[in-house]
């Protein structure tokens, strides 16, 4: 109780971030994904499409398209109001980009990062962290929350809009394939100006190796990654099919038995035999 009336307190003194419980209006706009899907690389892109005065960086990234998670519901009135969240379909949340990656290479990503922010020895086996991962309820705060649930829940919540004007989806391995034809998609749905000019620059200025390059010189000054491992990349391979050398087959059978429906409606080819259709997918696809 006395823990629950900290936090309250804090709240009321805008010292707490806002996350769920910020204040949100009709012409927000929130950029959304499960965690280790391609949400960073999205704001770079969205950023420098918008920002024509300087490109964004990891040092100026929070204040151009703000995290939910990193500022009080006080400090977010001060932002721009374009917003990167990771939680489960929100109805209060009226225009949404969504983000989806295969879960095989989310799972990938996120026992990477479990091992750069420390939740993970080095010497770890994945499909230790495998299991634990599909649970969604690994790590605290990090990788796991109970508004984010597991890739399933929250990819699932969040499919029901896909047929609103207001909700754009989007698949990582597309923007991979061809960043500047995603990216006008981008452009369409927010009524931007997107001249062929506007789009490379904003996708040269967020590639993988560029990002790379400047993660080196500020990772320390990125809330997300200044108290994290530095001989660990944030930004990694930025590729798709990595989890084929990474995961071995038995933890690829369990993800794919657990989430291959969803995947395949999603349009990932399963490496296993693919599962019966349950009643949730049927939902999904109807």
């Known amino acids: 109780m006395a823990a629950h009336l900290q936090q309250t307190a804090a709240f009321l003194l805008h010292r707490m971030p806002a996350g ?3 204040t949100v209006f009709p012409d927000d706009l929130f950029i959304v994904s499960y965690p280790k ?4 690389w999205t704001r770079f892109l969205l950023g420098n499409l918008i920002y024509q005065d300087e490109p964004v960086t990891f040092a100026n990234i929070e204040y151009r398209i703000p995290s939910v998670y990193i500022f009080s519901d006080r400090q977010l009135h001060r932002l721009p109001r374009i917003f990167k969240s990771h939680d489960c379909f929100d109805p209060r949340y009226k225009k949404v980009i969504y983000i989806v990656r295969d879960p095989r ?5 996120a026992y990477h990062y479990s091992i750069k922010v420390k939740l993970l020895p080095d010497n770890c086996p994945i499909e230790e962290f495998v299991p634990k991962f599909m649970s969604g309820t690994f790590g605290s705060g990090l990788l796991a929350d109970p508004r984010w649930g597991s890739w399933y829940d929250n990819v699932a919540s969040w499919l029901a809009m896909r047929h609103n004007r207001k909700f754009l989806l989007l698949r990582y391995e597309d923007m991979l394939e061809n960043p500047q034809r995603e990216l006008s998609k981008v452009a369409a749905f927010l ?4 001249s062929p000019t506007r789009l490379a620059r904003a996708v040269e200025l967020s590639s993988a190796d560029h990002m790379r390059k400047m993660e080196k010189s500020q990772a320390k000054d990125w809330q997300l990654t200044k108290s994290t491992r530095q001989d660990k990349p944030f930004v990694r ?6 989890w084929r050398s990474a995961l071995p087959a038995k933890s690829v059978a ?3 038995a657990s989430w291959g429906s969803l995947m395949q409606t999603l349009g990932y080819e ?5 599962p019966a259709p349950d009643e949730h997918t049927a939902l999904v696809r109807s």
């Open 237 to 242: 391979d930025a590729k798709a099919g990595g």
């Open 191 to 194: 009524n931007l100006e997107a």
């Open 37 to 40: 899907s391609g949400n960073t």
């Open 270 to 274: 399963l490496a296993t035999t693919p």
């Open 20 to 22: 769920r419980r910020m």
């Open 105 to 109: 290479d989310v799972t990938v990503s």
């Open 254 to 256: 369990e993800i794919e």
